[in-house]
């Protein structure tokens, strides 16, 4: 059997709650398959860790994490602490330090999981948004200051470099490719932002020669959340920047009934540096410590890492017996559904033993 080394940093508010039900489930899939095994680092980095020593981080975290095999992420973000710290110092310098340049969030409708959209049919939505996910508008340039005696400014430098750009495109291209319809759109604002924006537009017209299977689309932001609405069966790759992408994952999992399910993987592709599997929603702060958080989207992120490390069966056992709980209407609230977190935990965990008990007799 293989043993893959894992990083977990549950992180602040619901983190720990979610992180620890996938948990569970993964000690299920350990013991009855029986083919790998997951060697485990807890790791404390979060706010309370940053409350009692000062740092979310230690010196030597690239040391501690390069090694891995994969970092499985909850949340951070504390009402204590301005989230730009919080961010700035545990989430973000992971995912830029590692060149974890391509943020993958896909979106489905999981059977009995409904929509808000009285339009969306399951058959509708299938979308996978890649988000650039080292520079852009988080580039973390920029600055205040004084231009005259009382008017200040800040500045938010967007930094778009025709390298990152670049890759960010052929794995969108990559993407799309391996999907049956073939189609990436992509999303800018080259209409009022002419530098970065337009490049963006050079940049996937000149790397989409290289992909003649795949239809390519361009869409302006402000629209594509109108045709995200209004046209999500015309959708299916979809390529954008690091906020506008981050603004359209949000869109997407709310339409695909509630961001409790939506996974997130920030990966290098390269696998010089680990890759990092979260969730796209944050620490929720105003539901933590109830014990009601969703904890289907880090399960699924867990099923995205199991699938990166190469355990194939693990991950379609599991994603399995998350739809098949979904369309027993076993879920939490923000799905509808009376269950909490143990209580979808537990009704994964039992499809997991049920069906190789079924399997083995
Ligand atoms: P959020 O995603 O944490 O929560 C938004 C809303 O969705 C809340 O009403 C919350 O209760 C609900 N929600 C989120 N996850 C849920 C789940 N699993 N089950 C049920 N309901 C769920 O976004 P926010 O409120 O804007 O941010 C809270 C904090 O999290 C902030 O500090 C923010 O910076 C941080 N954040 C972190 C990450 C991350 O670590 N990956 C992502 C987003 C936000
Ligand atoms: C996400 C989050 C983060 C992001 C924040 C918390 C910095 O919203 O992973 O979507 O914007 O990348
Ligand atoms: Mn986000």
Not at 138 to 161: K, P, V
Not at 244 to 268: E, F, K, V
Not at 302 to 315: Q, S, Y
Request: with cysteine; hydrophobic share 40%.
């Amino acid at each position: 059997s293989k043993t893959y080394k894992i990083a977990v940093i549950p992180g602040d508010g619901i983190g720990p709650e979610t992180v620890g039900a996938a948990l569970e489930v993964l000690e299920v899939l350990q013991r009855i398959l029986g083919t790998f095994k997951l060697d485990y680092e807890h790791l404390d980095w979060s706010s309370d860790r940053y409350f009692a020593q000062g740092k979310y981080l230690p010196d030597d975290w690239m040391e501690v994490l390069k090694p891995k095999d994969a970092i499985f992420f909850g949340a951070v973000g504390h009402p204590k602490v301005p989230d730009h710290i919080s961010l700035w110092e545990l989430l973000l310098p992971i995912r830029q330090r590692f060149q974890q340049y391509a943020n993958v969030r896909p979106s489905r409708m999981i059977k009995g999981v409904k929509s808000p959209l009285a339009n969306c049919k399951p058959e509708d939505l299938d979308w996978v948004i890649v988000r650039e996910n080292t520079e852009g508008e988080y580039a973390g340039q920029g600055g205040r200051t004084h231009i005259s005696q009382d008017w200040e400014i800040g500045t938010e430098l967007a930094i778009f470099s025709r390298y990152a750009i670049r890759r960010i495109f052929h794995f969108a291209f990559q993407v799309a490719e391996k999907r049956p319809r073939k189609l990436l759109t992509f999303v800018t604002k080259s209409n009022a932002q002419r530098s970065g924006m337009v490049l963006w537009d050079e940049v996937a017209y000149e790397v989409a020669k290289e992909y003649p299977h795949v239809t390519m689309d361009k869409m302006l932001v402000d629209a594509m959340t109108t045709r995200m609405v209004f046209k999500p069966a015309s959708l299916d790759t979809i390529v954008a920047t690091n906020l506008h992408a981050d603004i359209l994952s949000d869109l997407a999992a709310s339409i695909a009934g509630s961001i409790g399910i939506a996974p997130a993987s920030s990966i290098d592709p390269t696998r010089k540096y680990p890759s990092t599997f979260e969730s796209v929603h944050g620490s929720a702060p105003d539901i933590a410590g109830q014990g009601i958080a969703n904890p289907i989207a880090t399960m699924w992120a867990a099923v995205e890492m199991l699938e990166w490390i190469g355990e194939h069966d693990a991950a379609r056992i599991w994603m399995e017996a998350i739809e098949e709980v979904c369309a027993a209407g076993t879920t939490t609230p923000d799905l509808g559904g009376t269950e909490n977190t143990a209580g979808v935990t537990e009704a994964v965990k039992q499809i997991i033993e049920k069906r190789a008990t079924a399997k083995s007799s």
